[in-house]
């Protein structure tokens, strides 16, 4: 822990960021706080960091609007969206709330936007400094349950089931046996303003 409270303190300091920084390294700090405020040892630096990072997140979180779409690339969008998920997830856990923000403008539907920046064969449009292959679904089973959207675990299943993408430990904690089906319902064309695209 120690570790993590100088990192906060250093050249790894991110509270000022508006990008996929804030939330990669925020997660960070925010899951290992939340994992250790348990014991009373660590409970009030725990709150400290808790406290700055939270917050602090929040200038990153724009990034979404207005339609989903993210300006780094899809590549930076699963990099971002997986972290920033796993901090929405540990604190409904811990906290029982994510303090609103799984509401953000955009962020439901940026998954929506991963959908649609990829191909028939799931491989992404690399623009920006996106790499090329194809784009990381793998917390769409986290996000079906977070915003109570089957369509999501649809296309996951789809992208397992008949396309031959391995499984993920997101995929095994968090899939749901009860959401069978491989056909999904995703919109056949999309106009992002935010990158200014349509595809």
Not at 13 to 27: F, I, K, M, S
Not at 106 to 121: Q, R
Not at 132 to 141: C, P
Request: aromatic share 16%; net charge negative.
């Amino acid at each position: 822990f120690s570790v993590s409270l100088r990192a906060s303190q250093s050249g790894w300091r991110t509270l000022n960021r508006d990008n996929n920084w804030q939330t990669v390294c925020g997660a960070g700090m925010i899951v290992s706080a939340l994992a250790l405020a348990e014991y009373d040892d660590y409970r009030e630096n725990c709150l400290y960091v808790i406290n700055k990072y939270i917050g602090s997140v929040e200038k990153c979180l724009l990034q979404y609007a207005p339609d989903g779409s993210y300006p780094e690339s899809p590549g930076y969008w699963a990099y971002g969206t997986n972290t920033l998920m796993n901090t929405l997830v540990a604190m409904e856990n811990c906290l029982g709330t994510s303090y609103g923000y799984k509401d953000i403008v955009g962020f439901y539907e940026s998954y929506y936007y991963a959908a649609g920046i990829a191909d028939s064969d799931y491989k992404m449009w690399n623009y920006h400094d996106s790499a090329q292959g194809k784009i990381d679904t793998s917390y769409f089973y986290v996000a079906a349950k977070v915003f109570d959207d089957d369509n999501l675990a649809k296309y996951r299943n789809n992208m397992i089931f008949n396309r031959g993408v391995s499984m993920t430990l997101m995929d095994v904690l968090f899939y749901d046996s009860s959401i069978v089906s491989t056909d999904f319902d995703m919109p056949l064309d999309a106009n992002y303003r935010g990158i200014y695209t349509a595809t």
